[in-house]
């Protein structure tokens, strides 16, 4: 049995857990946390931890957790184990490995909603804008929003002036806690959006 493999799973897990669901910020404090060998082995579900290291490899395991938590920041290990897991992940993986093509893809659903992009992220009445909308009927993925966030700054504007106060909030927590761990090409993804911005503009 490989202990260390079993503590070092339940370890990130445990401080990706804390990061989604608390102020607790994993990449400052890179991924430690007070946690112990000791409380590990007295766990009941200390085997489960055992599974997922064999079954993944380190960094394949953080975006495994990764790809779970988005979807349910406080899931239990032993839901890891599933069929739902491992298709979360996939979906996940496959979703990084093409980024630019999926951010391209979901713009051009986007822009075909409205008749000026600008539409997209407006705030009325206090009511969810656009692309918020959009978003929750699964028009773009998670990482679209966040990159458009990052090029365009709208996440400030709507959490002053959408007057939802508490399923908003969660969905701007959970943005800015995925951000650290989205990796991608800034310039190349801010030339995609003018290059379809000028699609749509003339």
Not at 15 to 33: I, M, P, Q, R
Request: charged share 25%.
């Amino acid at each position: 049995m490989n202990e260390a493999g079993g503590f070092e799973a339940y370890a990130m897990f445990h401080a990706l857990k804390l990061h989604f669901t608390s102020k607790y910020d994993y990449v400052k404090y890179n991924g430690k946390t007070n946690v112990t060998k000791d409380q590990f082995m007295l766990r009941k579900d200390k085997f489960q931890f055992y599974k997922l290291s064999r079954k993944y490899k380190r960094d394949e395991l953080f975006g495994f957790f990764v790809a779970n938590m988005l979807v349910n920041p406080k899931i239990w290990v032993g839901d890891l184990l599933s069929e739902d897991a491992d298709s979360e992940y996939k979906v996940w993986q496959k979703t990084q490995q093409s980024l630019s093509y999926v951010f391209e893809q979901d713009l051009h659903k986007l822009f075909d909603t409205v008749n000026n992009p600008e539409e997209l992220l407006r705030v009325v009445d206090g009511q969810y804008p656009l692309l918020y909308n959009l978003y929750m009927q699964d028009m773009c993925a998670k990482e679209t929003l966040i990159i458009l966030n990052e090029l365009l700054n709208f996440l400030p504007m709507w959490v002053k002036k959408v007057e939802d106060d508490i399923i908003f909030p969660e969905f701007v927590k959970s943005c800015e806690k995925y951000k650290p761990f989205l990796n991608y090409d800034k310039p190349k993804m801010l030339a995609i959006l003018k290059k379809n911005l000028n699609l749509v503009t003339t």
